[in-house]
């Protein structure tokens, strides 16, 4: 159990629903990147001041966030607050509704996140808590909570993944000196965090002109427990070597209509056939991929721009100066007001390194 006063200081000095909120989402995170097409979701059940249960949902098929934390928690949780980072379910899926297990176990309040944007729950989870007189709180830290999630809500309402572009360049603007490959732009840090973000998205992109010139494995490095995302390369020709070392269990390519993939279908990867990118992604949330990490090429980069699907970025800025090189993205040349607004920016120092974030899509609510 945590005791108040054991809290993290920044966390101890919040006010209680946020500072119990905010456990509730380092539960969910544990989830991240091994959900979907399920929700990350945590839930903290809490008796007078101290957290007398927790738990996270692991994977699609196995038990909710609630039942683990109730589970936890035993006789403690009658006359207790619940946190969920997400609007507990009011029907019977593959497990039964998490609603009904919270009035089950006689708790006095919950404090919701977010609301489910699903239709199936939205709204009914939080009317069932209330009907059965139990005090519902809703809002608490909910912004951080649909970030959080961006990945299932955009699978849920847009019917395609959540897309974060990745790339490292150097103040003048390069990602790789010419004709380089493998060259590293950022510190270990940088390279660090990049493996996380790996770790806690369902797949990772590419292009063609990657696969070939860099050979990239994709997968992850260094973060404890970490699995490796889905590889997909984005290949019109299906002109890339089947035996590349990105190919693993699980890998798509993403390829013309008419293209002959017969090479890849061979080695058991995953031939997906899109006449656009907005198919091509629909077809990715078809196989259960709520969010993507897009790293490279330019090509790739600039027609995902171009056609507005980028819904978050995600740029290492490191401080070396290269002169020729290449740029990260190829789009052709556009006047100033005609540039992409990057919004709910956010700036941090890794190493050397300057790490700024940003939406460039609003995350899809109900």
Known sequence: MYEVNALPPGVAALPADERFMTLALEQAARGLGRTAPNPPVGCVIVQQGTVVGRGFHPRAGEPHAEAFALRA???RARGAVAYVTLEPCSHHGRTPPCADALIAAGVRRVVVAALDPNPRVSGRGVQKLRDARIEVALGVLGAQAERQQA???SAVVRGRP?????????LDGKVAAPGEANGAVSGPEARGRTMRWRDELDAIAVGSGTLSLDDPALTTRGVPGGRDPR???FDRRAASDPHARAWRDGAVLVT???????AHEAAGITVQ???CLPDAL??????GVGSVLLEGGPTLLSAFLAQGLVDEVRVFLAPKLLGAGLSPLSAPER???????VRDLRVETLGVDVLITGLLNDIPRI
């Open 73 to 75: 928690a035993g006789a």
């Open 151 to 153: 990945g299932f809500r």
């Open 162 to 170: 959540w897309v974060v572009a990745k790339y490292a360049m150097t």
């Open 231 to 233: 590889p997909v390369v």
């Open 256 to 262: 013309a209509p008419d293209a002959d993939a017969a």
């Open 273 to 275: 056939r899109a006449a």
């Open 282 to 287: 629909r077809g990715l949330a078809d196989l």
């Open 335 to 341: 006047p100033m007001h005609g540039a992409q607004a």
